[in-house]
């Protein structure tokens, strides 16, 4: 059965701070991750996500997340975050096929102090 | 339209009444999602739907809650008898293809 695992619920950090956060799924085929955010009153967004190839994949707002295989990981990184980066992030994992679900993980929360 | 469009993006009902929820996808999109988020709980997945195909409906939580999708268009997700703990904000989402969904902005829905 598929799973994605957040371990961080709660991060804190203040601004010009690196940020990692973990993302670890469970699925034995080949997986399409994804990282979606969810800025303070808004909808979740796509953020990036990984399909095939180069395992270090970049999307918008300068995030960048890697795909380890060896360690079933799509942790999401920003080397300086800004104050409008508090938001929640979800790790996503779907089938390498076109038709199946997505499954989200329990979600980050970011806050990013002045 | 542009964009996912749910409604009503809030709703207020009493324990034991029935609510339905509209999705209108992307427009061309095969794929339609149903999910819950709940306080601390992440986002949980709800049922699917595929173009023609059987829905996947393991996501459900319980027999009082049911969707459809007509002529592969608009989806309307029913709670029958709702209780206290189906106070969530309930999330539709459509994709093409590759997986990469788009959300609605959600219904929230309050049980009282």
């Known amino acids: 059965a598929q799973s994605v695992s957040q371990h961080n619920h709660h991060v804190i950090l203040s601004e010009a701070a690196s940020l990692e956060l973990g993302c670890n799924y469970s699925?034995?085929?080949?997986?399409?991750l994804f990282w979606y955010v969810q800025y303070p009153g808004q909808h979740l967004q796509l953020l990036l996500k990984y399909f095939s190839g180069d395992p270090l994949v970049k999307g918008i707002k300068g995030f960048e997340a890697e795909f380890i295989k060896s360690k079933f990981s799509f942790n999401l990184r920003k080397p300086s975050v800004q104050w409008s980066d508090t938001a929640e992030y979800f790790c996503?994992?779907?089938?390498?096929?076109?038709?199946?679900?997505?499954?989200f993980g329990q979600g980050t929360t970011l806050q990013v102090k002045p | 339209g542009a964009g996912v469009s749910q409604s009503p993006s809030n709703k207020v009902t009493e324990k034991g009444k029935d609510v339905e929820l509209r999705c209108d996808p992307i427009?061309?999109?095969?794929?339609l999602y149903w999910y819950r988020q709940s306080l601390g709980q992440g986002l949980e997945f709800l049922i699917y739907f595929q173009g023609n195909s059987a829905p996947d409906k393991s996501g459900l939580p319980s027999d009082r809650f049911s969707a459809e999708r007509t002529g592969g268009s608009v989806s309307t997700l029913t709670i029958q008898r709702t209780q206290q703990e189906d106070s969530a904000v309930y999330l539709c989402?459509?994709?093409?293809?590759?997986?990469?969904?788009?959300f609605g902005e959600g219904s929230w829905l309050t049980v009282v």
């Open positions: 996503a994992l779907g089938g390498s096929s076109n038709t199946g679900k997505l499954i």
């Open positions: 989402a459509s994709g093409s293809s590759g997986n990469t969904i788009y």
């Open positions: 427009s061309g999109h095969t794929a």
């Open positions: 699925y034995g085929g080949t997986v399409n």
